[in-house]
């Protein structure tokens, strides 16, 4: 039979009197089908041939280590760029006694390895929830000044907003306290220094 044939007969038709057609039309995998489920084995043969991956050796990768360990640098170098402003400010260029440099570098390391420490902190005691209720209360007074208030509250009540908040993920704090207790321990010992 040919196409035409097919086209021009009402759909029930075509499925119930004609299978054997319809075995050779290609049915396409769309939204509009969404009976039709692809079988992961069979579907996309050539994403899963690009994708193959290597029998797990046990081996650790170099760049999987540094994957991991990149947000530490990236905060460990600002938190010296910071160190170094600090220094800067404090005229370490401009002496040549060495107690003097020593305690400058002394404070621009502590300084900076506490902001990073303080802010790891405040961001993980806000993730813990300290700051929900104000930020609830902040964000339901904001709605009632507004003239689709009823269209713009998200939440309908605080444990509305604390469910929704505790489905949420938080970013990793460590990533800030980790290089900020690094720079404050040099900062330290660096004070060490200028005492001896």
Known sequence: MNEQTLQDRPEDQKISDFPEEIERQEIPKTQENPEIRENPE????????????????????????????????????????????????????????????????????????????????????????????????FGSLVTLFRKDADQVGKYRSYSDYKKKKGEKEGIRTSVLVLPGACLALLGILFTGLYYL
């Open 42 to 137: 069979t579907s996309d043969r050539q994403d899963t041939s690009e994708q193959q991956e290597e029998p797990d050796t046990g081996e650790v990768k170099p760049v999987s280590k540094l994957k991991r360990w990149r947000p530490y640098l990236i905060w460990l170098l600002i938190g010296l760029a910071f160190a170094v402003f600090v220094m800067v400010n404090r005229g370490i260029f401009k002496t040549t006694d060495g107690k003097v440099i020593i305690r400058t570098i002394s404070d621009g390391l502590t300084i900076s390895g506490m902001v990073l420490v303080c802010v790891g902190v405040l961001i993980l005691v806000a993730q813990k929830g300290a700051f929900d209720a104000l930020r609830f209360s």
